[in-house]
């Protein structure tokens, strides 16, 4: 499969998203998804942590008061006369809730070619809006309109749901394009893309799709100064438990080939040890070293290109 570029604009994931009510897996997603790509594979890669943010407000009824709490208090403390009290005495005499969303991102993968960056992630976040608290608490009135918003000792009471979760399109990006920007923006080799280019020239990257092991989450934000900032984040998506491997005392030839060739297995492809071992995840630094060890001396076990590969960490270290 030649790298190919992917068409798919944001729109019709939104429109995809807006007209499916999740259920318990999100398996009708996925299918949708992939009826607008049918010429790529995709599938649900990942599942984030659940976040949480503000919600809206509504009544002890149910009523919608406003879909955004904080616009909301904004906007009726310009109408109270921006008398603090004054808004704290109607809102607690027409007893209004505040809800919060509370939520999960879903990361989809397109393989779009055959190296480790030819992939396209689409983040999609599944969310359902719950109540949360009473948005003042008559007995610990707020001091000032931040605390209003987001007090630090909310008034907490029974979450209710408020209609059904929903899905809502967040972004997509092409890896590839995307670690283009990176190298423009950072002076040096990134080392999310040294990773991608080890990846590429081991028996890992012969073997085995990166985006089967390994996502590429990007972050982009505004500085201090109102720079913006790009970033990227190597992502472990390994779905099944696999050993540790930190002692290597006394470990070296045949039984250390033997201990990474078991971790290897277990990964699903070769040379894993080495990647995980960059990431800080499972595999001590001390393993790279003990076989650099080996090689260096009698023994010959590793494959020439990931010979290459590690001689190159040992001479300049990275992780990521």
């Known amino acids: 499969m030649t790298e190919a570029r992917l068409v798919l604009a944001g729109q019709d994931i939104t429109d995809c998203c807006k007209k499916i009510i999740p259920d318990r897996n999100d398996d009708i997603l996925l299918g949708k998804l992939q009826s607008l790509i049918p010429d790529y594979p995709i599938r649900l890669a990942m599942a984030g942590d659940e976040w949480y943010r503000l919600g809206g407000v509504v009544d002890l009824h149910g009523t919608r008061i406003s879909n955004d709490l904080t616009e909301w208090v904004e906007r009726s403390y310009l109408e109270c006369g921006q008398n603090l009290q004054t808004l704290i005495d109607y ?3 027409q007893q209004l809730i505040a809800t919060r969303q509370t939520g ?4 989809f993968v397109v393989q779009t070619g055959p190296c480790a960056e030819n992939f396209t992630l689409i983040e999609i976040d599944k969310t359902l809006e719950v109540s949360d608290r009473m948005l003042v608490d008559a007995a610990h009135p707020p001091e000032d309109l931040e605390e209003f918003i987001d007090p630090m000792q ?12 929903r899905y809502t399109y967040r972004r997509k990006t092409d890896v590839k394009l995307f670690m283009e920007v990176i190298g423009e923006r950072h002076p040096s080799r990134h080392p999310v893309q040294r990773f991608i280019d080890d990846w590429n020239r081991s028996s890992a990257g012969q073997k085995a799709k990166m985006s089967g092991d390994w996502i590429i989450r990007p ?15 190597i992502v472990n998506i390994h779905q099944n438990r696999l050993p540790h491997l930190e002692d290597f005392a006394g470990k070296k030839g045949q039984a250390l080939c ?4 078991r971790f290897d297995r277990q990964a699903g492809y070769p040379f894993a040890w080495f990647f995980y071992m960059l990431k800080g995840r499972l595999v001590s ?5 003990s076989v650099y060890r080996d090689i260096s001396g009698d023994f010959a076990y590793l494959p020439e290109k990931d010979e290459a590969v590690l001689r190159d960490w040992i001479a300049n270290p990275y992780n990521v």
């Open 91 to 93: 809102t607690v005499e």
């Open 154 to 165: 909310p008034f907490r009471i029974e979450s209710v749901c408020f209609g059904h979760s």
């Open 258 to 261: 033997s201990v990474l060739g």
């Open 104 to 107: 999960k991102t879903l990361y």
């Open 219 to 233: 972050y982009r934000h505004t500085g201090r100064f109102g720079e913006q900032i790009v970033n990227a984040e």
């Open 285 to 289: 630094t001390h393993s790279a070293e």
